[in-house]
């Protein structure tokens, strides 16, 4: 055996939206915030990204995180959320998946029945907290970055299905969110080549029509990712949602077109910034439960804490909470000779 780069990685997956975690193998990535630091390893390590989600290694919508050490001196850890064509200052399933993999291997000391702790993503510094039994992880919630609406209810000429109205919130990632029932699709697992195609034909087209800046960072632009929702469909639920990860080069003239990959959890950020739009139509109140439905029926459990403002616009701060589980140790090589040093993809199942 022989190999030019080891990565350690724990595998695991929050309600479903698998998000692998790498513990060893990262090389050095200055910066004074994690924010930074993402920005060094996507110009200068980019190729560990690819490496771990594309093949062989990867699929379409799997997720990664690499464990860093904080710069903010309160966090007990940092994390860059890596996905396939960007990585995301923010994600709800990622920070799950990340906290139960530093609890449940011992590299943060698990405290039963809650543990507390900080964790810095480029974000920024969010607070969570655990509920831990005989060693597991049940649950983790966390106090997210604050969230707010941009643009609500105005009108998007999207490719093939004319004028649609939509939303543009901010969770963590810049969404564009509308209703399902505007493209005649039901946003359930079975439906995922329907909700994509459309999620990406939508996404395209708010890019280029309403193109939004964070105003706190310059560099946070969008909107990248795109979520239809819909009524629930069981009483303990508040709202179904379905979010797609862009595949980052879509023809939306080309039927056949791989249009990216559905998020198979109830996704975190895209609940956060589904409850800034209902709070800003005065739909949520501060303290209200928001129960999110992904398409697998899984859920995720959003409340607003409180409001705030982030520039020029009126915010939320959302907690969420979900669970993870833990499904496998790996440690990945790379042999000199391999042909595919950072993977590859194919249009059979990749955009």
Not at 76 to 81: E, K, P, R, S, V
Not at 123 to 146: L, M, Q, S
Not at 151 to 175: C, E, K, R, S
Not at 312 to 321: E, H, M, Q, T
């Amino acid at each position: 055996m022989r190999s030019t780069r080891m990565i350690t990685a724990v595998e695991a997956h929050a309600e479903g939206e698998g998000g692998r975690v790498i513990t060893g193998g990262m090389p050095h990535l200055p910066g004074d915030t994690v924010m930074t630091k993402m920005q060094y390893m996507q110009k200068h390590h980019d190729d560990i990204r690819t490496l771990m989600l594309q093949e062989p290694r990867g699929n379409p919508a799997l997720c990664c995180n690499a464990l860093v050490p904080p710069c903010d001196p309160t966090a007990d850890a940092g994390f860059i959320i890596m996905e396939q064509t960007e990585y995301p200052p923010m994600s709800g399933s990622n920070a799950i998946c990340v906290t139960t993999v530093l609890l449940e291997t011992g590299i943060i000391p698990m405290q039963e029945p809650v543990t507390k702790l900080r964790l810095e993503a480029p974000a920024g510094v969010i607070d969570v907290t655990a509920t831990c039994k005989d060693g597991k992880v049940e649950r983790v919630a966390f106090e997210n970055v604050p969230a707010f609406s941009m643009h609500l209810n105005v009108p998007l000429d999207v490719h093939g299905h004319g004028t649609i109205q939509v939303d543009i919130a901010w969770g963590g990632m810049f969404y564009v969110i509308a209703d399902a029932a505007q493209f005649g699709i039901d946003p359930i697992a079975a439906n995922g080549a329907a909700i994509t195609r459309a999620s990406e034909t939508m996404r395209v087209a708010a890019a280029a029509q309403y193109p939004v800046t964070h105003p706190d960072n310059p560099d946070i632009t969008g909107p990248t990712i795109a979520q239809l929702t819909a009524p629930p469909t069981d009483p303990a639920t508040n709202g179904r949602g379905a979010i797609t990860l862009s595949s980052g080069t879509f023809n939306p003239d080309d039927p056949h077109a791989i249009s990216g990959a559905l998020d198979r959890s109830p996704c975190g950020t895209g609940t956060c910034a589904k409850m800034a739009v209902l709070h800003a139509r005065g739909q949520l109140d501060v303290g209200e439960a928001y129960v999110n439905a992904g398409p697998l029926g899984t859920t995720f459990t959003g409340r607003i804490e409180r409001t705030t403002k982030v520039g020029p616009y009126d915010a939320i701060v959302p907690s969420l909470s979900g669970r993870s589980w833990i499904s496998g140790l790996s440690q990945y090589l790379l042999d000199p000779a391999d042909p595919f040093p950072a993977g590859f993809t194919i249009g059979d199942i990749w955009g």
